[in-house]
C-alpha cells in the first residue's frame, strides 16, 4: 500500500492583489454556465450609492420592511458608503431571460429567483476559496430562499442570506453607465429582461 499522502491545497489570502486575468478567464466561464451573458470587472469608485434608491424601497416595493433582505433591515446609503471604501475592486454581472411567464407564474419566478441567488454566491464562494476573503455578494432581485420571509422573527437561512444591489442603495443605471453600458427597459412580458447582481472582491 503506498504512503502517499496528497498535499492539502494552500491558498494565501489576496490582499492588494488585483485579479489576475487567468482567474478572471476561469470566474467567466463559471459565470456562463451559470446562465450569466457577461461579467465586467470594474473599480468600486464606479459604484453610485443614492438616497432615492431606498426611497424607491420604502414607496414602491412591497418588501419593505418585510423580508431580512430589504430595507430597513440592510444597511443605510452612509453605511453602503463606508463599506464601499473598504473595497477597490468589484464585478458587475449581467444576465437576460425571456419568458412572458416569469411575471405571472409566482413559483416559476421565485425558483429563478433562487437560481440566480445560488449562481451568484457560488461565484462570491470561488472567489473566497481562490483568496479573496472579503469578496462578498449583492444577488439579483429580492431573497426567494423562503416562500414567506420570517421577518421580524430569525431568518431561516442567516449564513447565505444576501441583498440586491438595490435594497444596498447602489444606482443600477448610473453605475452602468459609468461602465459605458446601457440597460434596456422591459416594456412588455415579452421583451427580454435584463438582471443585474454585483460581487465586492476587495
Known sequence: MSSFKREKKVVPFKVNNGLPQDLFS????????YEWDSVYPMQTSQIVVGHWVRLKCQYGCKHYNSNWCCPPATPGPEEVRNILQDYTISLML????????????KKQKRARQVRYWKDTVSL???????????????ISGPCALCKEC??????????????????????????????????????????????????LIE
Open 150 to 199: 420570517a421577518y421580524p422573527k430569525d431568518c431561516h437561512f442567516p449564513k447565505e442570506r444576501r441583498p440586491s444591489p438595490e435594497a444596498f442603495s447602489i444606482d443600477v443605471i448610473k453605475t452602468l453607465q459609468n461602465l459605458g453600458l446601457t440597460t434596456p427597459i422591459a416594456m412588455d412580458s415579452k421583451d427580454m429582461f435584463y438582471h443585474y447582481a454585483m460581487i
Open 94 to 105: 449581467v444576465g437576460t431571460q425571456q419568458s412572458h411567464h416569469f411575471y405571472k407564474n
Open 124 to 138: 462570491e464562494r470561488f472567489l473566497f476559496l481562490e483568496g479573496y476573503y472579503k469578496a462578498f455578494s449583492l
Open 26 to 33: 476561469r470566474l467567466q466561464d463559471m459565470a456562463r454556465q
